[in-house]
């Protein structure tokens, strides 16, 4: 038994694999069910390992699929909010947020504005409809 064949197990599949003196993997899992059946596999196996981080793709995705984000749109709108962007006064500019992504301040701007109406137009009308409000007595 080996360590391939606890990572084929656990339907893992390997986004990295390098050595210098030791080995250093990546690996991606379709579940926590399926790291933990890889994880018994190398304790059953006395194979021996070191887990830097282990961290769930889907925190990132699945906000970004619940308002239809693009991927280029939620890190746009986490990273003005990380940075401050949106606080009163402002903590960084669009032209400091546009640096780190390497693109102009304009492409940057439409991204925040074109994720911010997603997000809007379903927190604020899930139906979707511009014209659909609910009135509420």
Known sequence: MDLIEGISTADGVVLEARSHTDWTFRLRF???DNLSTFHSYTVEHDITLHIDRTYPLTEA???????????EQYEALLLAFQDGYFETPSETSLDELADEFAISRQALSNRIR???????????LPSGGR???????
């Open 30 to 32: 379709p579940d926590h």
């Open 61 to 71: 995705n699945g906000v970004a699929h619940r308002f239809d984000l693009s991927q």
């Open 114 to 124: 074109r994720g911010n109406e997603k997000i809007l137009r379903k927190v604020l």
């Open 131 to 137: 014209d659909d409000w609910l009135l509420q007595f």
